[in-house]
């Protein structure tokens, strides 16, 4: 836990309770801006006309305001601890990562022939003759 400075007070459980909320934080904060790269898979800008989809902006505002309720106050009903401004930016710099990886997932050149296709050609060839 020295990554986060959690443990200078000694107190093991609440470290694991702060690493475990973070863990779950970063992990809705990736969700949320997996949506954006949702909308448009085919394109790199994929904010483009996204102020002007009402229902999307307000899907993604409930999300973000029900997720900062759900740490901040419901502790006790989803066994999570309060996150300082620190660790809620570490969250949200997690999340921003699926951005420029989805860029990069996007210049990839996808083949016109399945890749499995060149694995599968060889085992009927195979089964074939030993059926006959």
């Known amino acids: 836990?020295?990554?986060?400075?959690?443990?200078?007070?000694?107190?093991r459980e609440h470290a694991y309770k702060v690493k475990n909320s973070l863990i779950?934080?970063?992990?809705?904060m990736c969700q949320i801006f997996n949506e954006f790269n949702a909308r448009k898979p085919e394109e790199i800008n994929c904010?483009?006309?996204?102020?002007?989809?009402?229902?999307?902006m307000g899907i993604i505002g409930f999300t973000f305001i029900l997720q900062i309720i759900?740490?901040?106050?419901?502790?006790?009903?989803?066994?999570t601890v309060r996150?300082?401004?620190?660790?809620?930016?570490?969250?949200?710099?997690i999340g921003i990562i699926s951005w420029?990886?989805?860029?990069?997932?996007?210049?990839?050149?996808?083949?016109?022939?399945?890749?499995?296709?060149?694995?599968?050609?060889?085992?009927?060839?195979?089964k074939r003759s030993r059926d006959a």
């Open 100 to 126: 420029p990886l989805a860029i990069v997932g996007k210049l990839i050149p996808v083949p016109k022939t399945p890749v499995a296709s060149y694995f599968i050609k060889p085992f009927q060839q195979c």
């Open 47 to 56: 904010f483009k006309g996204v102020t002007k989809n009402y229902l999307f």
């Open 83 to 93: 996150l300082d401004w620190q660790l809620w930016l570490v969250s949200l710099g």
């Open 1 to 11: 836990m020295t990554i986060l400075q959690l443990e200078d007070d000694g107190n």
């Open 70 to 79: 759900i740490i901040e106050f419901l502790g006790k009903f989803t066994s």
């Open 24 to 28: 779950f934080n970063a992990f809705v």
